[in-house]
T-cell receptor, first 113, second 109 residues
Framework: NAGVTQTPKFRILKIGQSMTLQCTQD?????MYWYRQDPGMGLKLIYY???????DKGEVPNGYNVSRSTTEDFPLRLELAAPSQTSVYFC????????????FGSGTQLSVL | GIQVEQSPPDLILQEGANSTLRCNFS?????LQWFHQNPWGQLINLFY???GTKQNGRLSATTVATERYSLLYISSSQTTDSGVYFC???????????FGKGTSLLVTP
């Protein structure tokens, strides 16, 4: 079972570059999330989606964009990368059924230099 | 927003010891989960426990929602238990989980 799959695992960007972090899940979950984790900190919510075509901002959305055209995919776009966006990014999904447990991808380690 | 405080921030145990990790939260919640982040960074869901008590092997968790805290018990700890343990909660009107800063656990042989 694949679960939540994120690509790439590692990436180095130059300041001002753009990129898309890919996330796909095969559990037919309606809810999907993007979190970032800075060293020694918990996870902070960037964006979330409650279904295809529906997205909303989390705690730290500035500098990011998302889209949700299908149930399976929830890409995160970084525009004009800045050093403050150096972090580990996690995609997650959950369902209202089954107790709403949150399932995470393996993370993307991003450095902006 | 809701405040999620975990204690202790760091913990070192010898293999075989027991420990209790605590999570305090500042508002009523309808979702509380415990996660383990292993040394390779992977986040694993341990418990979905908005109230009551659950057990899974050497791990158990108790949430007292009316008093706004949850406890994670680790018995007979093993080196593979090392990592960071996160508590995450969701308020009744929210959609997403809010995470504490975690408890970093090191179990030594």
């Amino acid at each position: 079972n694949a679960g939540v799959t994120q690509t790439p695992k590692f990436r180095i960007l130059k300041i001002g570059q753009s990129m898309t972090l890919q996330c796909t899940q095969d559990m037919n979950h309606n809810y999907m999330y993007w979190y970032r984790q800075d060293p020694g900190m918990g996870l902070k919510l960037i964006y979330y989606s409650v279904g295809a075509g529906i997205t909303d901002k989390g705690e730290v959305p500035n500098g990011y964009n998302v889209s949700r055209s299908t149930t399976e995919d929830f890409p995160l776009r970084l525009e004009l990368a800045a050093p403050s966006q150096t972090s580990v990014y996690f995609c997650a999904s959950s369902s209202r059924q089954g107790g709403e447990k949150l399932f995470f991808g393996s993370g993307t380690q991003l450095s902006v230099l | 927003g809701i405040q999620v405080e975990q204690s202790p921030p760091d913990l070192i145990l010898q293999e075989g010891a027991n420990s209790t990790l605590r999570c305090n939260f500042s508002d009523s919640v309808n979702n509380l989960q415990w996660f383990h982040q292993n040394p390779w960074g992977q986040l694993i869901n341990l418990f979905y426990i908005p109230s009551g008590t659950k057990q899974n092997g050497r791990l158990s968790a108790t949430t007292v929602a009316t008093e706004r805290y949850s406890l994670l018990y680790i018995s007979s700890s093993q080196t593979t238990d090392s990592g960071v343990y996160f508590c995450a909660v969701r308020i009744n009107s929210g959609y997403a989980l809010n995470f504490g800063k975690g408890t970093s656990l090191l179990v030594t042989p």
